[in-house]
């Protein structure tokens, strides 16, 4: 099949390349000339595993080509994707134009029949307008179809060729055909191709997002309260975890949720509820938790060092939202660290992937060092925001020696309380006994 994939961020990137590998020649188009030159000569723009090789093969075989032109993108897929950004507004609704200029444009540029696809996480009714634009600009035959991606960064790759379902939001049955002829070969396994009306795959995405957000939320809630009364959140997380209905997996308390769609997510569906006169109260408490969340490392540092933090040196290990990749937005570490030099810090700071994008950010108030040891010389702390696998067994001797006092603020709750003990360390994680 011929696809189009209008906007080359990190969903549209992700499904016009894996796409691609199942045949079907696509066509990626962006604004950003600069960016379209770089992938044309094999550069993927943002780090995510694997996605290298699937991009590189697919160039190679002539399936997956680039372009800066619309009415090209128009004319070339059967099927058009729209994967452009829905940013937060001020209000914390999703901002639509950009989806709805390109809406727009596709309706001056459209000759013949093309299904059209919101890729992007939009509120629920917008496929509605969506249609409505492109129809006061043409009488062309069109279908605009609700396909909302569940790709977690770090996993984009293999989420989207096995995925757990594919949500189809259509009204018409010669789109719903095209959608699962093209998703058909994701799905051999046996996993689910759910088709239903445009508004309920338009909800389904923010209703998913934001109960993973709150399941999270309420892990953190039930360990901060683990603190108070002296109980342990892991061995609470494993006795719950057990209960088929409630699963293992989201139940990792941590420094709060970040990222690209959660926190956007959960306060999109809120607003969308305010303005339907809903009021999502469930959503409000998750929104002011996980913002509170996000600060609780530093009451615990400043008691440690009975409130006088100036001139005091700290590593920081982690600083993307989550583990394999470079995304900082919204990430935990972010807050810590702002919270950490306003209060006269220095912060020494490792990670293995996001040290580009915190640079541009931070400039040249932080310490960039190259290995999480380096990031541990002659501090008076360490403070764990991100758990790569790397910091998981790190060489406790080393880190003595380099430290000058050995004290660990882990976020993430990465090690063994006895093992922490018997090296001797003071230890403060989250919903757990400190050490020390
Ligand atoms: C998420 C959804 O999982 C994906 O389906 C959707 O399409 C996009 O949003 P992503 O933002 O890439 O994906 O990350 P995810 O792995 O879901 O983690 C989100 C946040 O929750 C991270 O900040 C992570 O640290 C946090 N988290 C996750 C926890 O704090 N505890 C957990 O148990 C799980």
Redesign the pocket.
Known sequence: MKISVIGTGYVGLVTGTCLAETGNEVLCIDINEEKVKQMQEGIVPIYEPHLDVLFERNIKAGRLTFSTSLEEGVNHGDIIFLALPTPEDEDGSADLSYVLGAAKDIGQLIKDYKVIVDKSTVPVGTANKVTEVISKETNVDFDVVSNP??????FAVD?FLKPERIVIGSSSDKATNLMEKLYKPFVRSGNPIIVMDEKSAELT?YA??SF??AK?TF?NEIANFCEKVGADVDMVRRGMGTDSRIGK??????I???????PK?VKALHKSGKDNNYNFQILDSVIQINNKQKTILLPRIESYFEGDLKGKTFAIWGLA??PE?DDIREAPSIYIMEQLLEKGAKLQVFDPEAMPNIKKRFGDTLQYVDNMYAATKQVDALIICTEWSIFRTPDFDKLKANMNTPVIFDGRNLYDLEDVKNQGFYYSSIGRKTIG
């Open positions: 991606e569940f790709l977690r960064e770090g989420d995405k998913a997002n993973l957000a999270i892990m997996r989201f139940l990792f308390p941590g709060g949720y970040g990222g690209s769609c959660f997510d939202f989550k990749t």
